[in-house]
Structures are given as structure tokens and as C-alpha cells.
């Protein structure tokens, strides 16, 4: 991207960044704000809804107080003789017993329907009582004048009287065997629940065939002192909260939540259709939302309130009211999207936004268009003059570009820096010249340091050759001194020296091999021809052993473990490198013991399966099965920091007349030309444990198989 477009973007991110930073506190202010001020429309609102319904509650009390107080005047009065023919005049008794309306005279609209079973006390009086109330609701409905506005009688012989202008012949279609005596529209007017003769009002029911909330007002009737049964009035709720809560909402999205005395949901907002038809075996509830039950268990007042302005309910946002509807004790909740109050809000912010969008652009396009005129085109002409200069180091450039600004200062600098250049470059030839001359001088060194240790490692394998050699004619002189001195059996003293000599012909042979291993190295031709492969593993380690018996200290031990199969095994591997390697790992544990007492192991076996093993010479995964050689040592250990280097050629431990570090790396070779691997575990102050793994696969005998069987 061109810097006068960064430039431009810049400015415009600037503008941008800006515009957000400042506009998210102003429209998280202006939110409070519109928010305290809707909730004061809100609380209004709910005020004047909710004493609406409070009024129409309050209405009831003084209905039935009036009503009972005219019933029981009317059951105070004298019996007349003509009483009880009025009530066989306009009764008469079903097939069940029961006394109902005659139907052939009677009109439910005017006039209130009768249910009358068969009781155990049935005289003339109870005849009368239930013909007097009749008359009296007959007139108090017949007066009524509010839409589903129903009263009603029950007595405690299971009598009915009902005025329900709904359904006028309600008593007709009544089952024989109601019986409403242990309901809360009786109940409710007992001297247990209800000795202070008050209004009380039933838990809500919603009808499922009206698709309407019921709830009813109870008051008792009394005569002559005793308790003779309810009257009550039924309201139709639904339709009441349908009038006064979707009619006049301010936002279309509120809820409304109504919850009656005993805790039981008459609204309930956004699941009302879930409320209103529950399955056979469940019950409705919240549980699903845990702020909502909390809200409603927050306390409330008889005059809207604000709970909360950040309640979370289905993953949005509310505002929520709350109060207490007199004289029911039932809470109502009106919760309202805050994102609906603040949808004009929002919008103008929007506009705000894509208004400081706009401005931004035409900034950037404006600074774009100079700082193209004013900046880029001196920067163009600095850079085209370093590209010649990058291409052409001999030609100096010429700096056109004059003034004060920071561009010029910055050609006045490039001048500089191209002196410096070209004042560096002779230096710096010069200098490499010296290096080169000084380098040659040190790769000579080299190469005489790594013939002065290649010889000194050489003598070192001699002297431990010759060692040997040494030894077997010591024996071979004291076996020629027994025959003079002892006049021992000559037959015998030959044998022995004969074995002498096969021993140090045995020693030579392997000088003359490492005098060729040394040659094979300096050539670098890294492969041999295998001229005496190992046909018995077992047979050629004992051998070896036996001959480094002598070059070993008495004070160390030794702890031979041979596989045990009664077939031979082979290796890829000459068995003159076998014994080199056996004899160097045997050195080298040696003098990790230092010369004192000590235990040094040597073990074959067959490993199968291994996995989880790395070779420390070549860093490859050993896998597979494997013919495996093991000498273990409980010496001085070595280093975790220099166990990695021990193969490198030339490294050692080891002082200038002990060690060359030349046999590891032989080891190193010779393994690795078998494809064999090399595992080395070592504990300081404990010893080491060197692993040789040389694979079935590449073996040249099929013994393996049956042994590992």
C-alpha cells in the first residue's frame, strides 16, 4: 500500500475511532435518560390500568354485602301459606329427584335458574328459603348490566341458584351429582375461613370451552345465626385484561405477568398458550428463566415500581415494573424491550454514524489527493534515486531534492550514507583478503592436529594390542624356565606355548586390521568388504573375553550372560570389529572404574518389538526386533551435558596418554556399517549401560526366529 493511502486510511480510522469513542458514552447517556423518562409514562400507565381493575374488585364487596344483607332479610320474614304453592308452581322434580325451573315457563335472562337435589332435611321451609333467595337474585341479576356478569347461590344442601345470562339454562345441563360444599365458592363463606364475614376471592381457573380466566368473590349468608350457605359473583378476567392491557400499550412487544396470592400464574406473558394448556402431566413454570423468578420474588408495593431496568429474559433486554393490585394481594409485572423503546433512538444513531462515515471519506480523499502532491512525489523521486544506486554501486547519484522539510533532510542523509558506502567497501575488501590468508593458515593447523591425534589414537589401540602380546610372552617365558627349572612334561609346556603363540598371532591379526581401518578412514571410502563374518556370536565373545582376562584388573569382576539356544547365531559384522568393539567398550569400562573394584556385565538377547528407543549415534527411532549385546558397568557415570558428543571423533575425557577418542567412533562405524543402532543409558556415580542392536532383518541366519519362539 502506497503511504498516501495509508495517510488517507489513517485519517479516516482517526475520524471513525473518534466518532465511536464519543458516541458510545452519549448514547449510553442518552439511553438513562429515555429510559427514567418512559418508565414515568410506563408507571402511569400501569397505575391507572391496574386501579381500573382494583376498582372493578372493589365493586364486589358492597354488591354482596348488599345482596346477603337483602337475602338474609327476606329469610327473617314469616312463612306465608302461599309460599310453597308459588314454589310448586314454577318447580318441578327430574327423574333424579332433583327440583328444577319448569322449563316450559321459564326464561334464563330475566330470571334465575334453580338446583335443588333430594336432601336428607327436605321440608317446606327449605323450600321456601331456596324460593326466597331465588326471587331476590332474580331481581339483582335481571339488574345487572356488565358483559359476562353472573350471581349465584349454593347452599349447603347442594342447592344452586344461578344467574348467568351467558348460559340461562345452566341448571338444566347441571350433572345430578354436583356437589360444590368442599369447593372454595362455599368454603370460602365459612365461620373457619371466613369468621369476619368478609368478600373473598377464589384462586383464578381458566376455562378451557370460554378460553377466559374465572375468578370469584365469596361472601357468606346467615340465618338465624347459622351459616346456610355462599353467594358469589363470577368474573370473566381474560377479556377484562385483554381491554385493558393490548388496548392501550405504548409498546406492542410488553409482557405482562399476573400473579395471584397463593403464587399462581394468571398472565404470564410471552407463555400464556403454554399456561392455558398444560398437558395431563405437567405442571407450568419458569424454570427455564432464573432472573424472572427472582424478579418475582422481589417485594412489592401498591404503586408501580421500577425492578429492574437490565433484566435478561429469551437473550433480550427489559425494563420491569412491578406492583401490588388491591384488594386481591395479586402482583402484577409489566416488563418492556428496552430495544423497542430505543428503536428511534437507534436510528438516529445510525444515521449519526454512516453521517461520520461519510465525513471520514471525504478527509481521507481530501488528504489523499495533497499529501500525493505535497509528500509522495519528493519520496518517489529519493526512492527511484537508491534503485539506480542498489543497481549500480559504481555511479553516484546526484540529489536533486532541496529544502527544509524532513524529505530533503532525508536525501542530504542518503548522500552521506553513500560516502560511508563506498569508504566501508575498501575497508571491508581489505579485511577479507586478511581473513581469507589467515584461514588458510588455520585449516593447515588443523590438519596437522588431526594427524597428531589420529597417531596418538593409533598408538593407543598398539599399546593395548601389545599389551596383550606382552602378556602371552611372559607366560610363554615362564613355561620355557618350568622346563629347565622343574624338568616338567615337555608335551604339556609345548601345548601351552603353542597357545601362546595362537594367542599373539591372534593380537597381530587384529593390529594389521586396525592398521587397515585407519587406512579405510583416511580415505573416507566408509564401506568394507565383511572377509570373516561372526558365525557363532557366543563362541567369538568368549574368545575375546578370555584374551582380555589379562589386560583387566583381578579387582574387577566379570559377569558373562549368554543367550541360551542350542543353535548358533550369526552377524552381518566381520568378527574382527566384533572383538574391536568388545574389547574398546571393556577399556572404556575399565577406566570408568578407576582401577578399583568393580562389576562389568556382558549379556546377549533377543529384543522384540521395541518402540520407544532412539539411536544416540544417528537420532533415528529404533523400531523392530533386534540381536542385542549389552555391557553394563557401575563406574563414575557420564555427563548428561557431553553423553551426546561421546561418538564424535577425537572427543574424550580422558588425558593426552590415557585417550584419543577414537574408539567410540570406531564402535559408532562399524555398528552403523551392520545397520545396527546404539542405545547408551548412564547415571552419574552409578554407570553406564551401552546397548548394541543389530536387526533380525539384516542377519545371515534364520536362528533368530526360533529363538525368540
Request: proline share 3%.
Amino acid at each position: 500500500m502506497k503511504i498516501r493511502k495509508k495517510i488517507a486510511l489513517i485519517v479516516f480510522n482517526g475520524v471513525l475511532l473518534s466518532s465511536l469513542l464519543g458516541a458510545l458514552p452519549i448514547y449510553q447517556f442518552i439511553e438513562t435518560e429515555v429510559l427514567k423518562n418512559e418508565f414515568v409514562k410506563l408507571q402511569e400507565m400501569t397505575r391507572q390500568s391496574t386501579s381500573l381493575i382494583s376498582e372493578r374488585f372493589l365493586e364486589s364487596e358492597p354488591k354482596l354485602k348488599g345482596l346477603a344483607h337483602i337475602i338474609e332479610s327476606e329469610l327473617d320474614k314469616p312463612v306465608q301459606k302461599d309460599e310453597i304453592h308459588a314454589f310448586y308452581a314454577s318447580m318441578e322434580r327430574n327423574i333424579s329427584g332433583i327440583w328444577l325451573n319448569r322449563q316450559s315457563i321459564f326464561n334464563g335472562k330475566v330470571e334465575a335458574g334453580a338446583f335443588i337435589p333430594q336432601a336428607t332435611n327436605e321440608n317446606d321451609d327449605l323450600k321456601i328459603q331456596h324460593l326466597r333467595i331465588k326471587r331476590v337474585i332474580d331481581i339483582f341479576g335481571a339488574a345487572a348490566n356488565k358483559k359476562r356478569e353472573d350471581v349465584w347461590f349454593l347452599s349447603l344442601s347442594r342447592g344452586e341458584i344461578m344467574f348467568d345470562k351467558n348460559d340461562p339454562n345452566y341448571v338444566f345441563h347441571e350433572k345430578a351429582d354436583a356437589d360444590y360444599r368442599q369447593t372454595p365458592w362455599v368454603t370460602y363463606g365459612s365461620p373457619d375461613i371466613n369468621p369476619n364475614k368478609e368478600v373473598l376471592f377464589t384462586p383464578p381457573l381458566f376455562d378451557p370451552g370460554n378460553q377466559s380466566w374465572m375468578v370469584s368473590a365469596v361472601y357468606p349468608v346467615y340465618h338465624a345465626g347459622q351459616w346456610v350457605g355462599s353467594i358469589g359473583e363470577d368474573m370473566q378476567l381474560s377479556n377484562v385484561f385483554a381491554y385493558i392491557f393490548e388496548a392501550k400499550q405504548l409498546y406492542a412487544k410488553s409482557q405482562h405477568f399476573l400473579i395471584d396470592a397463593q403464587g399462581n400464574f394468571v398472565l404470564a406473558g410471552q407463555w400464556q398458550k403454554q399456561l392455558e394448556s398444560p398437558t395431563e402431566n405437567t405442571t407450568f413454570n419458569l424454570n427455564t428463566e432464573p432472573k424472572l423468578i427472582a424478579l418475582f420474588h422481589q417485594k412489592l408495593t401498591d404503586t408501580p415500581q421500577l425492578l429492574s431496568n437490565n433484566i435478561i429474559v429469551q437473550n433480550t433486554r427489559h425494563i420491569a415494573i412491578g406492583m401490588v393490585l388491591k384488594p386481591i394481594n395479586w402482583h402484577y409485572y409489566l416488563l418492556v424491550p428496552v430495544s423497542e423503546i430505543m428503536a428511534t433512538i437507534q436510528e438516529l444513531f445510525f444515521i449519526l454514524c454512516a453521517m461520520t462515515l461519510v465525513t471520514g471519506l471525504l478527509n481521507g480523499g481530501f488528504i489523499f489527493k495533497m499529501t500525493g502532491k505535497l509528500v509522495t512525489n519528493n519520496i518517489k523521486i529519493l526512492a527511484d534515486q537508491m534503485e539506480r544506486y542498489s543497481r549500480h554501486p559504481q555511479e553516484r547519484p546526484q540529489n536533486t531534492l532541496v529544502g527544509n522539510d524532513e524529505i530533503s533532510e532525508l536525501a542530504q542523509l542518503f548522500d552521506f550514507m553513500v560516502n560511508k558506502i563506498q569508504s566501508r567497501d575498501a575497508q571491508l575488501s581489505e579485511s577479507l583478503n586478511r581473513e581469507l590468508r589467515q584461514q588458510k593458515q588455520i585449516n593447515q593447523l588443523q590438519k596437522l592436529e588431526s594427524i597428531d591425534r589420529l597417531t596418538s589414537g593409533v598408538a593407543h589401540d598398539f599399546n593395548n594390542i601389545l599389551g596383550c602380546i606382552y602378556g602371552y610372552l611372559d607366560l610363554t617365558h615362564f613355561a620355557a624356565e618350568d622346563i629347565n627349572q622343574k624338568n616338567t612334561d615337555q608335551e604339556e609346556i609345548k601345548t601351552e606355548i603353542l597357545s601362546n603363540i595362537e594367542q599373539m598371532r591372534s593380537a597381530a591379526a587384529r593390529a594389521k586390521n586396525l592398521i587397515d581401518k585407519m587406512l579405510t578412514y583416511c580415505r573416507r571410502d566408509g564401506l568394507q568388504k565383511i572377509e570373516n563374518p561372526v558365525e557363532d556370536l557366543h563362541e567369538s565373545i568368549t574368545n575375546t573375553v578370555s584374551m582380555l582376562r589379562a589386560a583387566i584388573p583381578k579387582s574387577i569382576i566379570f559377569e558373562i550372560s549368554l543367550l541360551g539356544t542350542s543353535e548358533k547365531i550369526a552377524l552381518s559384522i566381520d568378527e574382527t570389529d566384533l572383538n574391536q568393539i568388545i574389547l574398546n567398550l571393556f577399556i572404556n569400562a575399565r577406566d570408568a572404574l578407576e582401577s578399583q573394584k568393580g562389576i562389568i556385565k556382558l549379556a546377549t538377547n533377543i529384543t522384540t518389538d521395541l518402540k520407544d528407543l532412539t539411536c544416540l549415534c544417528c537420532s533415528e527411532k529404533i523400531q523392530g526386533d533386534f540381536v542385542e549385546i549389552r555391557v553394563t558397568d557401575n563406574g563414575c557415570g557420564i555427563e548428561s551435558q557431553i553423553i551426546n558428543r561421546i561418538f564424535d571423533p577425537f572427543f574424550t575425557t580422558k588425558t593426552v596418554d590415557s585417550g584419543t577418542g577414537l574408539g567410540l567412533s570406531v564402535i559408532s562405524g562399524i555398528v552403523h556399517n551392520a545397520n545396527g543402532h546404539i542405545s547408551v543409558n548412564s547415571i552419574v556415580g552409578k554407570g553406564t549401560i551401552f546397548r548394541l542392536l543389530f536387526s533380525i532383518e539384516q542377519t545371515q541366519s534364520k536362528i533368530y526366529l526360533n529363538a525368540v519362539k
